[in-house]
């Protein structure tokens, strides 16, 4: 059979409007074309695998055989552009805008501060706008599940719901925000009085299905082919095409969703000359009902696999549907929606992941395969002969996968799931598990079993030793003593094996047995009368996963009657460019229209953690078309490639030696962004590793490898002398591991060069221009005066970027810069052109730190009445390859080491570790979090010592109003004792706790804990000179207010926070005042947006200019007093009055010298308290917070965890202190409950193997 080789135009629609294009390039994803060819920015790129949705868009088909139109949500990230012909795709830009109007789904996220830094909200979005196109008023169930596939890093989530809700059967779906004054009305109430906005604007234009794609099915039926310089598309429409295809190219790859093919490309560097799209075959997508089960064609989706079984569920006999059952519960925390909605059956079969969460339901089932080729046909059973080894099978090279039939189940036949992920909603498997077993007619006695795991190999595999020893069994307690005996003959697992966590993951293998076996109990014993029933203290270990309707209440300041419109000020006024956010339309670094001349950086990283650099041969790279040059340390002078936050410890491009994976060595330029990433990838790095390589802070303490010149000592009273006088000393070790930022916006920048005095603008994505420029100025060998540093927005920032920003603008500054003589050798030139780099994921991730993770040693002195006499911590922190702003990190750690208790005599020792891992550096908290823990720590350990409850023990040790610090600093206003109590009020804590400990008592196998926190957080920066910041404010003719601070707007609502101090004091609608970005030409000098000191810094600074206006303007405002703003400000220009004014505010009365213990660091302190409780799930550890308080107050889920594995421990005949590290996973609770099942596991011997991972 001859294939067409003539290129086919892609034809399909966007946003209602036809694009027919005759040159499609088929490596491009659909991400990658809306944004570089149709410069639609709204959709974002947050992850490239599908796992965050910032970059869902609608999809629109019509589908033939039912006549109806099909929308669904997908990733573009990984959505092929040549899988949309035909098709009609909506993203945020087609459904509304800020001047057209915002579209109910925009306006209901935006007014309900739904959007913080916005580059989630397209995604999530378009996610609910195509929810509401399938089903005008959706559940609250039905939006969580639309949900699944995106992740918010700013809001918690919360405000999301809560907007959405307004459209659902909960909310009343009325039409109206439901924002006004106590919860009802709109949002015209006082609550929500935003200056002059409308109410629930509504959007007539809704995009329609387009006509064409209804009216003909030519786009469906056609052959098509895309040719491009490195791959060929293949899309038959005819089995006997895709047959031949497969014959003639044996290893080109089958791709529907592109899910797992996608994430190959980017990430492990395959390339695949020939794809072949197979979704129009109608065999492959063929679904029908059989004598035995449910044909599915390989090509179907599981979106439509779920549908299916869901009707056949409500259709069928129970009995009948019991494999369905487990397959629809599965696929319910199967990826994200927009994974489900792509992602075709037969793909996650072939791929073979060890923990695909399906395998192991179809081994289980025994699901029969079809399986062609050009010449043969044949059927086989998903059974343990299926998988050859890791991602292989049976398949010949020219075979493809038809169909799978997953069959029904019989009366005697009981079949489940189970899985286990570090967090439910779209998260890879640990372990999981398909079982089944038959029964002999009418008895308890196993006729056939079959048990198929998956993450306990390199395939899923069966247990077949267990099976056979199982046959012949009577359904008792008697089989979970077999199974236990021989699971771990069946499972064996190296304490090396990759994935890590051996003794949880083998202890699973055994806890899902036993949820089975009790499953099968329950229903066993209501069909045999002889049966015995299951206990019921048993009985919740086997329940479904339930999720309530989220509910939630936020409690806004209602400002005086007698307040101006104009006045903002306490007002809980929407995000200022919320509304930009939601359509799409706010401007990121990477949505930056791109200059002439333009070209992309990638950055080329160490892959080892301590070696020296013998070598670097870029050569392949600069061989490859569209490459420009490659920019090493080479291109700058030795004393100027030294940078760093603090002090200069570290380099733009590695000299000589790289200390750590993802240490930049140098960087690729080239004319765009995939060929640059391409070129970096082929970079030759020659090395000679350096021993030894130090990564965890256990290492360090062996080694000795410190930051000795930054060790922070605090200390107050005579610790010795209070341990003399406790009635009870304990001692002991926490650790608290380190967090990645993840910021929804990676790391990026544009550098701009101009053509005259060695300017240059840079465009970054940081929370601290000001180091940028100097940095910049500083490599350059510029005066700052040279570099111009501008940012309008972060999508997120967390601390993340207030130091490591600069591992990305500074190869951009230098790239741009240079001069050099190119390597065909042509004349010397300087490149003087526009660079950019916007991290991926993965590099973001390889190149800059996380929060700090720390380790403490403590002894605490108590008497037995509760009361501590001494608290010794001695504190370590994984510092990594630089200093960074570690110490600052440490000294905000023994300041919080006390959190909210007065305790007599304390010693606190905060020791730097130097480590060969990426610099760690700022993460909201600061260290502060770190030091509160390991003091709350203490409090827990201290009360399970005394059996005395932890909140009374707490209450005891808090501190009162005058009360002083361990740095001598007084405690003014201090409302810790009544945000406590009115926190256990209103949590009604003694209710809730005789509840728990009522809980715990009916239920052996799952069980609740309560805990309640305080803190005590100090605001300031530590470092005295940070605390000050400049605001520029000016008056144009016209009245309206352009205003620039020092802060940043990373989501946090900085910038609609100083327009509400403007409001106010210029006493003009917020309407008139416009806040364009943060650059270092209007505000110098600038100090880092962190510390929580942003809006008390910058409000000041823009309150003294506002001020100073007001004063120039008081004679014309007395001179006309019946005029306008308007009329007083031309009156001011005509008078020739400057009309512009700086600001500027420096912290007062505030610095602590940490040599001589003196001064007071802090201006004043926020004090708060929360109440969590949590239910765990014994056998695996999954568990449940009935909500995250915010601030350091998440700790209280952690302690409520702690408590309800303390009564697991308890039922096991275990009491007393218990070490329980942070963060606490579901590993850690699980082997934390100790049990019999765990028992059979202990850890091997240290140093007895390579372990898989470590804590660093």
Not at 564 to 590: C, F, M, N, W
Not at 814 to 821: G, I, L, R, W, Y
Request: proline content about 5%; some cysteine; aromatic content about 8%.
């Amino acid at each position: 059979m001859l294939f067409p080789t003539k290129s086919s135009p892609l034809v399909f629609y966007l946003n209602g409007d036809k694009i027919v294009d005759e040159h499609v390039n088929p490596e491009w994803t659909l991400l990658t074309y809306l944004r570089n060819k149709r410069r639609l920015p709204g959709t974002k790129l947050g992850c490239s695998e599908g796992g965050c949705g910032a970059c869902t868009v609608m999809v629109q088909r019509f589908d033939r055989e039912k006549k109806k139109i099909v929308n669904f949500a997908v990733n573009a990230c990984l959505t092929p552009v040549c899988a949309v012909h035909g098709m009609s795709i909506v993203t945020v830009e087609g459904i509304g805008s800020v001047a057209k109007g915002l579209h109910p789904v925009q306006e209901r996220i935006a007014k309900s501060h739904g959007s913080q830094c916005g580059f989630c909200t397209p995604g999530i979005v378009m996610s609910m706008y195509t929810l509401i196109r399938n089903k005008n008023v959706p559940t609250m169930d039905e939006v969580e599940v639309a949900f699944q596939g995106n992740l918010c890093r700013c809001t918690g989530y919360r405000p999301i719901l809560e907007g959405f809700k307004t459209l659902t059967v909960e909310g009343g779906a009325g039409g109206c925000c439901g924002a006004g004054m106590q919860s009802g009305g709109c949002c015209g109430g006082q609550a929500m009085k935003n200056g002059g906005s409308g109410c629930c604007m509504q959007n007539a234009s809704e995009p329609i299905f387009p006509p064409e794609l209804q009216l003909t099915e030519k786009y469906d039926t056609q052959y098509l082919v895309f040719n491009g310089e490195r791959l060929t598309w293949y899309r038959p429409t005819k089995i006997e095409q895709l047959l031949e295809l497969k014959a003639t190219y044996p290893y080109a790859k089958l791709v529907v969703g592109n899910t797992e093919i996608g994430v190959e490309v980017k990430f492990k560097n395959c390339h695949y000359p020939v794809i072949i799209q197979p979704n129009h075959v109608p065999e492959l997508v063929e679904i029908r009902v059989e004598d035995k089960g449910i044909r599915f064609g390989a090509a179907v989706t599981l979106s439509q696999i779920d549908d299916v079984l869901q009707e056949q569920i409500a259709k069928k006999p129970a009995y009948k549907t019991r494999v369905f059952k487990a397959i629809v519960e599965m696929l319910r925390w199967f990826a994200g929606k927009q994974i489900r909605n792509a992602a075709a059956v037969g793909g996650n079969i072939i791929t073979g992941s060890p923990i695909s969460d399906l395998n192991p339901l179809f081994m289980a089932a025994h699901c029969e395969l079809v399986l062609r080729s050009k010449n043969e046909t044949r059927v086989v059973q998903m059974d343990d002969s299926f998988f050859t080894g890791y991602r292989k099978n049976i398949l010949k090279s020219e075979e493809i996968l038809t169909s799978i039939l997953i069959p029904y189940t019989k009366e005697d036949e009981y079949f489940w799931g189970f899985k286990q992920a570090k967090r439910r909603d779209d998260d890879i498997a640990i372990v999981n598990a398909g079982m089944y077993v038959r029964f002999s007619v009418g008895t308890n006695v196993i006729a056939n079993i079959n048990l198929a795991f998956g993450g306990m190999a390199p395939t899923t595999v069966m247990a077949r030793t267990t099976a056979s020893s199982l046959i012949g069994h009577q359904w008792n307690e008697g089989v979970v003593d077999v199974a236990s005996k021989t699971l771990i003959e069946d499972l064996p697992l190296a304490p090396s094996a990759p994935g890590g966590m051996i003794e949880f993951r083998r202890s699973l293998t055994l806890s899902f047995f036993f949820k089975f076996y009790m499953i099968v109990q329950d229903e066993l014993s209501t069909k045999l009368p002889y049966v015995k029933p299951l206990p019921q203290i048993y009985k919740s270990a086997t329940s479904l996963y339930h999720r309530d309707p989220p509910q939630s209440i936020q409690l806004s300041q209602i400002v005086p009657n007698e307040q101006p419109d104009y006045d903002l000020v306490g007002r809980p006024v929407a995000h200022v460019s919320a509304s930009k956010q939601a359509t799409g339309e706010a401007v990121y670094i990477d949505d930056m229209p791109k200059f002439e001349n333009e070209l992309y950086l990638a950055l080329v990283m160490s892959s080892r953690a301590r070696a020296k650099i013998l070598s670097i041969d870029p050569s392949e790279a600069l061989e490859m078309e569209g490459v420009v040059d490659f920019v090493s340390a080479k291109d700058i002078p030795n004393h100027r490639n030294s940078v760093g936050g603090v002090i200069h410890d570290e380099t733009v491009f590695a000299i000589d030696e790289v200390t750590c994976v993802g240490h930049i060595i140098g960087a690729v330029v080239a004319n765009d962004q995939a060929t640059a990433q391409r070129a970096a990838k082929t970079v030759k790095i020659e090395y000679e590793d350096i021993q030894p390589a130090i990564i965890t802070m256990q290492d360090a303490i062996k080694h000795n490898s410190f930051y000795n010149d930054w060790i922070k000592i605090l200390k107050n009273g005579d610790v010795e002398k209070g341990f003399s006088e406790a009635d009870h000393i304990l001692e002991g070790e926490m650790y608290l591991g380190g967090q990645e930022h993840f910021y929804l916006e990676t790391n990026a920048a544009i550098a701009l060069p101009k053509l005259e005095d060695g300017e240059m603008e840079i465009f970054s994505s940081t929370q601290n221009p000001s180091e940028i420029q100097l940095l910049a100025a500083e490599v350059l060998g510029v005066p700052e005066n040279r570099i111009v540093v501008r940012t309008k927005r972060m999508g997120g920032g967390f601390g993340g970027k207030e130091t490591r920003g600069m591992l990305v603008a500074l190869p951009v500054a230098v790239a741009a810069q240079k001069q050099e003589s190119n390597f065909l050798e042509k004349l010397i030139s300087r490149l003087k052109r526009p660079i950019r780099c916007m991290l991926d994921r993965d590099e973001d991730m390889a190149c800059t730190g996380t929060r700090h993770p720390f380790f403490c040693k403590f002894k605490v002195g108590f008497k037995s009445n509760g009361k501590l006499t001494a608290l010794k911590l001695t504190m370590y922190n994984n510092a990594g390859n630089s200093l960074d702003l570690s110490a600052s990190v440490m000294e905000r750690a023994v300041f919080s080491a006390d959190n909210a208790y007065n305790i007599p005599n304390v010693d606190f020792t905060g020791i730097l570790c130097k480590t060969n891992v990426p610099s760690n550096t700022a993460f909201r908290g600061f260290g502060g979090p770190q030091g509160m823990m390991f003091c709350e720590n203490v409090m827990d350990q201290v009360a399970d010592k005394l059996g005395m409850d932890s909140v009374k023990l707490r209450t005891l040790n808090m501190y009162k109003e005058g009360d002083r610090t361990h740095y001598n600093q007084s405690l003014t206003y201090c409302t810790l004792s009544r945000c406590w109590n009115e926190c256990l009020e209103n949590a009604g804590y003694e209710q809730r706790l005789a509840e728990v400990q009522a809980f715990n008592k009916e239920n052996r196998w799952r069980k609740r804990g309560i805990a309640a926190i305080p803190t005590k957080f100090g605001i300031a920066f530590t470092a005295l000179f940070l605390n000050q910041a400049g605001a520029l404010v000016i008056v144009y003719r016209d009245g309206s207010v352009l205003m620039s601070h020092g802060g940043t707007e990373m989501g946090q609502g900085l910038h609609t926070k100083m327009i509400q101090v403007a409001s106010r004091t210029l006493k003009i609608s917020s309407d008139k005042i416009h806040i364009s970005e943060t650059s270092t030409d209007k505000v110098p000098n600038t100090s880092p947006t962190a510390a929580s000191a942003g809006s008390d810094l910058n409000g000041m600074a823009v309150l003294n200019a506002c001020k100073t206006i007001m004063e120039r303007l008081e004679p014309y405002m007395k001179s006309n007093p019946n005029g306008k703003w308007e009329d007083w400000v031309n009156s001011a220009y005509f008078d020739r009055c400057s009309l512009s004014a700086t600001g500027f505010y420096k912290t007062p009365d505030i610095g602590f010298n940490f040599a001589t213990k003196t001064g007071t660091p802090f201006n004043y302190f926020c004090f708060g308290a929360a109440c969590a409780e949590v239910e765990i799930d014994c056998l695996t550890g999954d568990h449940e917070a009935v909500g995250e308080p915010p601030l350091f107050l998440a700790a209280a889920a952690f302690y409520a965890i702690k408590d309800a594995v303390k009564a697991a421990r308890a039922e096991n005949g275990k009491t007393g202190p218990f070490r329980l590290d942070s963060p606490a996973t579901a590993e850690r609770i699980r082997l934390a409950c100790e049990d019999q099942f765990t028992q059979k596991f202990p850890p091997a011997p240290p140093n007895s193997y390579k372990p898989w991972s470590v804590f660093a």
